[in-house]
């Protein structure tokens, strides 16, 4: 489990880091989308969540800073908008299992040329995810039995990921991204559950 006093260095970091950032570089502007999927993980984790990964989409835009004395070394904050939901059990209601969430990667990206027309990428950084809409945000709206007396607990509205990825840019116009983000902060506070995000998408340049 990541605790507050955590969590905010790992904020504050990331804001220095793109203080320094934005002050010596020059900036690239990406807008991406593409499918992505969550899965829920930990020694408290219920069944029904185990057994419910979302799938949906994302879109949104990152903005990359060029520092110029380090080569193919760039900081890459993004915001991004996330629809991922699941089908309930047979005879379950509500019928679907939905969230709506921003994410704001805060990604260190080191890009190397494979080709005149193609660029190579790997990133990785601090990612915290604010949901908006859905029902796995309300009380009392799932049963992780047939016991009605025993709600599911609602998922925090901010948690905290570290995301890993790799990126292939073609002719400075499109580029192609795998991600993988990796649960840090817990979903339930009163319990041990993380999520973990897979994506992959496109991008293009402006």
């Not at 690239?28 to 029904?48: I, L, P, V």
Request: proline share 3%; aromatic share 16%; net charge neutral.
């Amino acid at each position: 489990m990541i605790d507050v006093r955590k969590f905010k260095i790992i904020l504050a970091l990331a804001a220095l880091f793109s203080c320094g950032a934005v002050a010596s570089a020059q900036a690239e502007w990406n807008a991406n989308f593409g499918y992505a999927t969550t899965s829920f993980r930990g020694t408290e984790c219920s069944s029904f969540l185990s057994s419910h990964p979302l799938h949906g989409f994302y879109a949104g835009v990152t903005h990359e800073f060029y520092f110029s004395a380090l080569a193919g070394l760039t900081f890459e904050p993004g915001l991004y908008y996330y629809y991922q939901s699941a089908q309930n059990d047979a005879n379950m209601t509500p019928k679907f299992i939905r969230m709506h969430y921003m994410s704001v990667p805060f990604n260190v990206k080191y890009s190397f040329e494979l080709s005149p027309s193609l660029m190579a990428s790997f990133y990785s950084g601090p990612v915290v995810n604010f949901g908006i809409l859905g029902n796995l945000y309300q009380d009392n709206t799932f049963h992780t039995n047939v016991n009605l007396e025993d709600p599911m607990h609602r998922l925090t509205r901010v948690n905290a990921q570290w995301d890993f990825g790799l990126a292939v840019t073609l002719a400075g116009a499109v580029q192609l991204r795998v991600g993988y983000a990796l649960g840090l902060s817990r979903l339930i506070t009163e319990q041990n559950v993380y999520n973990n995000s897979f994506s992959v998408g496109a991008g293009f340049l402006f």
